[in-house]
């Protein structure tokens, strides 16, 4: 998979009838309305600088999350907001699990957006930490023309292409097992037009466990994924997240990634490349 060298914006153009919300990632605008390209480093920076002009509506789920519009005074994009910071040494997630060392943090967001791009990943939305209105916050590119996998099920829009849609699947599970993410929902899977999935909302990940949670969901992955993922430098991932993760959060996430890495190629030694490995269509 390739990672995000510039953002088109040309995208907006065909949407006229149909059940698929606009919210906003991949374009951005003038103060005249018109769609511009911004390399990731001028979307680094505006998300890192620009002012919040008008609060928009704070969103489903439980962290207080936010729609806000950004503006540096010559372009203006749509943002998500989210300052949840809450440790708890237990935490009832359910009848019948009790998560240990519980944290929800917008922090997060952060680290899952630099790992993966260091993954060759591009539908994990950029995230940055700054402060806004007094509080740390995750700053996150808010996704355009998208609907999340609930309201894909309410509306009964069919997959266009169920085989790749199957493949970013396959992604996801890779993803949450290697960050491992509790909090996985229909409402964080988003869905473009031509089926490619954006993971968002990781304020649940990147727990302390050791161990792999799903690992039966682990039966296939992209080829470029897994060479990423086996070759991942610890520095590069810590220098990438060093003021978001901890050392026990990083040491947790290398030993999962060792892990990952031996079921794949057990099952490559087992079954063969062709029925393991793929590239997204």
């Not at 892990?259 to 794949?264: A, D, G, H, L, M």
Request: proline letters at 3%.
């Amino acid at each position: 998979m390739r990672s995000v060298r510039c953002v088109s914006l040309l995208v907006v153009l065909l949407l006229a009838a149909s059940p698929w919300t606009v919210s906003a990632q991949v374009a951005a605008t003038t103060t005249t309305s018109s769609p511009i390209s911004l390399t990731p480093a001028e979307m680094e920076k505006f998300l890192l600088d620009a002012k919040v002009v008008k609060n928009k509506k704070v969103l489903k789920g439980v962290t207080d999350a936010r729609q806000v519009s950004l503006s540096n005074g010559l372009v203006t994009h749509d943002a998500q907001i989210q300052t949840v910071d809450i440790a708890k040494p237990f935490f009832d997630v359910g009848p019948k699990h009790t998560e240990v060392n519980f944290r929800d943090c917008y922090c997060y967001n952060v680290a899952a957006y630099h790992l993966a791009m260091l993954l060759g990943l591009d539908n994990v939305p950029m995230s940055v930490k700054r402060v806004v209105e007094g509080k740390p916050a995750a700053v996150t590119w808010w996704l355009e023309d998208v609907m999340d996998e609930g309201d894909r099920k309410k509306a009964k829009v069919e997959y266009s292409n169920p085989v790749r849609a199957a493949e970013y699947y396959s992604v996801m599970y890779v993803f949450d097992e290697l960050i491992q993410n509790r909090d996985r929902n229909a409402g964080n899977i988003m869905w473009g037009r031509d089926n490619k999935m954006w993971m968002i909302d990781h304020t649940r990940a990147f727990r302390l466990g050791k161990d792999l949670l799903n690992p039966d969901n682990l039966s296939r992955i992209e080829r470029s994924l897994f060479e990423k993922l086996r070759a991942l430098d610890r520095q590069a991932f810590v220098d990438a997240v060093k003021n978001v993760l901890t050392k026990d959060e990083i040491e947790a996430l290398f030993i999962r990634r060792d892990k990952i890495v031996q079921r794949f190629d057990q099952r490559i030694a087992s079954l063969g490349e062709a029925r393991v490995l793929y590239t997204i269509r």
